[in-house]
């Protein structure tokens, strides 16, 4: 068979009934535009029939006013119906977030906010931030600070909530587009404004860049590396900068760096107290 098959779409479409797959090379300007990561080959085998169909282009609808005056539940539903980027044509759910329990209708009552970048496909399928493996070593994470995913404030202090910048999965789990976290943005703004944290945990550069990009000059062009160390703010609330527990899975090492990193942050909290 020859690299490429000149087909039109009758021919195409015959060869879909058959179950036979077409080889189709990706264009240059795509391997160009894709974003960083995604691109691992020079190629892709795709099916004929799923060349014959475009998927449906979702409907997209503006933001509704006033989320900055929103109570929780109203914040809640708007984000589980928003429809103001095209990812939510291809989500299962969207992921508010998850923590400490709260009354009806109630923000819960936290000392920590934990910021992630965006929902996996478990996430995505669970409707929940930081499932499986991840999930797994950032809640190892919070057990060794004595804190859990959904163990309530303490007179002593405690309360954690989870969540992201994200609150739909980008396909194939690739990177957030800007114009997609600038939607999104308002809604972790929103939750930080009514949950109150005493401390933010930035897990991941692009929690790091939503959440520091207005306080840290040349954010972007600094290594996330050198962005740990140090105490920051955003809403008036300390941030401390860590690495995302799917990073460590694949870089075990760096957990030293990680439990350094939660210690400034329980040291930095329990100074201000």
Request: with cysteine.
């Amino acid at each position: 068979m020859t690299d490429t098959l000149h087909l039109d779409k009758r021919q195409r479409a015959m060869l879909a009934e058959m179950g036979v797959r077409v080889w189709s090379p990706m264009s240059e300007a795509a391997v160009i535009d894709a974003p960083a990561g995604e691109i691992e080959q020079p190629h892709s085998f795709v099916a004929a029939s799923d060349l014959a169909k475009a998927e449906p282009v979702p409907t997209i609808i503006q933001r509704p006013e006033g989320i900055d005056q929103m109570g929780w539940s109203a914040l809640q539903s708007t984000v589980s119906s928003c429809q103001a980027c095209t990812l939510c044509g291809a989500r299962h759910n969207t992921v508010f977030g998850v923590g400490a329990l709260a009354a009806e209708g109630e923000a819960p009552q936290v000392d920590w906010l934990i910021v992630g970048e965006a929902p996996g496909e478990e996430e995505d399928l669970q409707g929940e931030p930081f499932v499986g493996q991840a999930g797994e070593l950032l809640d190892n994470m919070l057990g060794a600070m004595s804190l859990s995913r959904t163990g309530a404030r303490k007179p002593e202090g405690g309360g954690v909530y989870i969540a992201n910048v994200l609150k739909c999965r980008p396909p194939g789990n690739r990177n957030p587009k800007p114009e997609e976290v600038a939607q999104c943005l308002p809604y972790l703004e929103r939750q930080v404004a009514l949950l109150k944290p005493k401390m933010i945990l930035a897990m991941g550069r692009f929690a790091v860049q939503a959440l520091l990009r207005d306080s840290v000059p040349e954010l972007e062009g600094t290594p996330y590396g050198k962005l740990r160390g140090r105490v920051y703010q955003y809403q008036n609330v300390p941030v401390v900068v860590t690495y995302h527990p799917a990073y460590v899975l694949r870089n075990l090492p760096e957990k030293a760096k990680v439990w350094a990193d939660l210690c400034l942050a329980m040291a930095h909290l329990k100074g201000s107290e």
